[in-house]
């Protein structure tokens, strides 16, 4: 694809002579992958259509660049001199709408009109800041918790400690970490595996780029903690290629921290082995599935296996893997360093530690924050992001990415916390909030989800793969939509559905039904 723009069937024969896979195998990673798929030309341009960039223009942008370039999605010039392409999510939610040119991202008013006078510049990065007196995961890497496990703890000390603080993981599911931790560190196996999940592919989201762009040290120390905690020597990162600057910024920090002894056979004189590799996808979001990342990480299509055997058992070449959220690994520095108690006093009567939120360009001030779990929603939306800019009010959220269902203005006084969140039918997922505002048209929202959902299904169960796109069909054609026939759908889906992109699709949709049925069109 860098070479020619495009994969022939002669790419893949050759490609499958050198990997020994069959070609039928390397057809199907070929044919999986988003990057592989759209030709490109000389330029190619990506345009997002993530749900950040819908709040802010309802895909007015992607129709105008397809219009001024005489180009659909997808499409390439007769020439060859220019392509466009759709990318779910660039990570400037903060600043939307935007474009990828390149390794250039371009975003914000005025982006549609330089893509096409060729004059693209490098969007701002968004404001980073805590409300901690003491910030957590806001602060570069120091190694501390390293160098003091190293000294003061034995692995099964640092483990007991990670338990005792119940990280709860912040990439959806809020497992607790520790628990994790316990099954690998006790499962058997030649070697043992870390994996940093770090396609952070939630629409709205962009919390795992500034870490892993802005504090790389802190998100590698975590790994590192977490590979002395279970018996560990290596662990794995995989960004997004739609974020380009992840990965130089993660290899450079794992290059200093070598050069300072942090990283690498017998660190620190303490007998630990430890290193990194760091990959990057190729456009994928189911690929965020702990079994699917593992597969793409093997170089294999990043479809969805079945548990059990889960990861900690069997996951990372058969060997026993954690597989952790970068900002969960994030946390356990500080953990490392002050304890299990001063980690749960950050929140007191809430869940333990801090979390990171970050809001969309309908907000006044958006940007990255660092927050106490159970602070009301309505504050962190209009004192820490300022409401909503040009005079327009909240019509609703959607917290957590795509799997998180969607709450009303009515209901922006409850905690920002698992519980109360979930009791909602919302998620703190990755800790992404994104605001509609009151132009919105929720019929659009909700056909927005759905062709996301279908288009980004690994295709592995037919619940999922077949159920989203009928619903999709639903919202898009121009007639009622049977609200039975809907409901018993989405029921298919959370009871069918391998994984959580499946089974958790349905809820937003259950949110919109409960909360905007008049908007809907139904019958």
């Not at 520790?178 to 919390?207: C, H, L, M």
Request: glycine content about 12%.
């Amino acid at each position: 694809m860098d070479h020619r723009g495009e994969i022939t069937d002669e790419d893949r024969r050759i490609a499958a002579q050198a990997s020994g896979l069959p070609e039928a195998a390397v057809y199907g990673v070929s044919t999986f992958y988003d990057d592989l798929l759209a030709p490109r030309g000389k330029r190619h341009l990506r345009v997002c259509t993530g749900t950040a960039c819908f709040a802010a223009t309802a895909d007015a942008h992607v129709g105008e660049l397809e219009g001024a370039l005489g180009l659909e999605l997808g499409g390439r010039s007769e020439d060859g001199s220019v392509s466009l392409a759709e990318t779910v999510c660039l990570g400037f939610c903060h600043s939307s709408p935007a474009v990828r040119d390149g390794d250039l991202v371009d975003a914000g008013p005025g982006v549609i009109e330089r893509v096409l006078r060729d004059a693209t510049v490098q969007a701002p990065e968004p404001e980073w800041r805590s409300v901690l007196d003491e910030p957590v995961l806001t602060r570069p890497g120091d190694w501390s918790g390293l160098t003091r496990a190293l000294a003061c703890l034995a692995p099964e000390q640092l483990l007991a400690e990670v338990k005792a603080a119940n990280v709860r993981g912040r990439g959806g599911a809020g497992f607790p970490a520790g628990s994790k931790w316990e099954f690998t560190r006790a499962a058997q196996g030649k070697q043992k595996f870390i994996v940093a999940n770090g396609d952070e592919g939630d629409p709205g989201s962009y919390i795992d780029k500034y870490l892993m762009e802005q504090s790389p040290a802190l998100v590698l120390e975590g790994m590192a903690l977490a590979g002395f905690a279970v018996g560990a020597d290596h662990g794995f990162i995989l960004t997004r290629s739609e974020y380009p600057r992840s990965k130089p910024a993660l290899e450079a920090a794992a290059e200093a921290a070598r050069a300072e002894g942090l990283l690498g056979e017998d660190i620190r004189g303490s007998g630990f082995d430890f290193d990194v590799t760091v990959l990057e996808g190729a456009g994928s979001y189911v690929v965020g599935e702990e079994t699917a990342l593992l597969a793409c990480i093997e170089g294999l299509r990043g479809t969805v296996s079945a548990r059990p055997p889960f990861p900690a058992v069997r996951g990372l070449y058969g060997m026993p893997t954690v597989v952790n959220n970068t900002e969960t690994l994030a946390n356990i520095p500080f953990i490392a360093r002050e304890g299990a108690a001063e980690y749960g006093a950050l929140s007191p009567g809430a869940t333990p530690g801090s979390k990171l939120v970050c809001f969309n360009e309908r907000f006044n001030k958006p940007g990255v924050y660092e927050v106490r779990f159970g602070t009301p929603v309505r504050e962190l939306c209009e004192q820490l992001a300022g409401g909503m800019r040009d005079g327009r009010s909240i019509k609703a959220l959607q917290i957590g990415g795509p799997l998180g269902g969607i709450l009303p203005a009515s209901k922006l006084d409850i905690q920002f916390d698992f519980d109360p969140l979930a009791a909602e039918g919302c998620m703190v997922g990755h800790g992404g909030i994104l605001a509609f505002d009151d132009r919105t048209d929720m019929r659009a929202v909700a056909r927005h989800l759905l062709r996301f959902g279908a288009d980004e299904s690994c295709g592995k169960c037919f619940p999922c793969r077949i159920g989203l796109r009928r619903a999709h069909d639903m919202f898009a054609a121009d007639q009622p939509v049977d609200r039975v026939g809907l409901e018993q759908l989405l029921e298919a889906l959370e009871l069918g559905s391998l994984c959580a992109h499946g089974g958790g699709m349905p809820a937003p949709i259950r949110s919109l039904l409960a909360h905007f049925p008049d908007e809907l069109g139904l019958r």
